[in-house]
């Protein structure tokens, strides 16, 4: 990242939180929350008790504001988002009213169902019932990136695409990502996929793994992928007219596969 140029911007999720089986330790997981604050040096803008950790900035004509999906619940964090959070989620979208395209990012989907491998498919408690979701429709978010699953699933509901993406590194064997592009009138999201190759030895005694379904010892990108690159899996256009409106342009792959309801 720091060879291209590329500046970070992370939502934490369980594992930065000692895995969700840490995250029925409250006292370990403050201590987890306090570290990824200190390690990463997000921003510093988001509410009190989850600074750098929940956050908001301003590229131009996007907004991108993250959210930290756990809450303390004193002997355990909870998969949501808490009233001071959402206070503050809601003001933020409020202030950046004027903005063309608005993004928010947490590690938790909201909608189900989805796509699941290799996960304990934890959802945000509520989904589209959950203030969360409420907020986000008001302000007419545009976009919800998540994870969590390692596979891709996208819908749209109420205005709204919701991203699950993402795979398990070192053992998947078709890792994604998501390129975007935001132009004065557009918004392009892109999911991308390449196949990797594993051999070796299985790596360590993880706690939640089969033997045979553990990090590989090597990893390499396959022949297929450094010949012809990254595939396309799916893309979205969405584009702001000029009264302010929104229309997507151009569904293909996994976005046309989306059905609003």
Excluded at 157 to 186: K, M
Aim: hydrophobic share 30%.
């Amino acid at each position: 990242m720091e060879d291209k140029g590329i500046e970070i911007y992370i939502a934490p999720g369980d594992h930065e939180y000692g895995d969700d089986q840490g995250l029925k330790r409250g006292a370990n997981v403050r201590v987890f929350g306090e570290q990824f604050e200190k390690i990463f040096d997000m921003p510093m803008n988001g509410p009190s008790g989850h600074k750098g950790r929940a956050y908001w900035f301003r590229e131009n004509n996007l907004v991108l504001v993250t959210l930290d999906t756990f809450e303390d619940r004193g002997d355990h964090f909870g998969y949501t988002v808490g009233k001071k959070q959402l206070d503050w989620l809601d003001q933020t979208l409020k202030d950046c009213d004027d903005s063309d395209f608005v993004i928010v990012q947490g590690h938790l989907p909201v909608i189900g169902p989805v796509k699941s491998r290799n996960s304990s498919a934890s959802m945000l408690e509520k989904g589209e019932n959950s203030e969360l979701w409420k907020i986000m429709v008001k302000h007419g978010v545009d976009a919800y990136l998540c994870g969590e699953h390692h596979r891709i699933t996208i819908k749209k509901r109420d205005g709204i695409w919701q991203l699950v993406h993402g795979a398990l590194w070192r053992t998947q064997t078709d890792p994604n990502y998501l390129r975007g592009v935001v132009t004065p009138d557009e918004m392009s999201l892109e999911l991308f996929e390449f196949t990797v190759e594993y051999e070796g030895g299985y790596i360590g005694d993880h706690p939640h793994r089969k033997p045979k379904n553990r990090p590989r010892e090597k990893v390499r990108i396959s022949r297929n992928t450094l010949e012809n690159g990254p595939e396309s899996v799916g893309r979205l256009v969405i584009r702001k007219g000029p009264e302010g409106d929104k229309t997507d342009v151009l569904t293909t792959g996994v976005f046309k596969d989306a059905v609003e309801n």
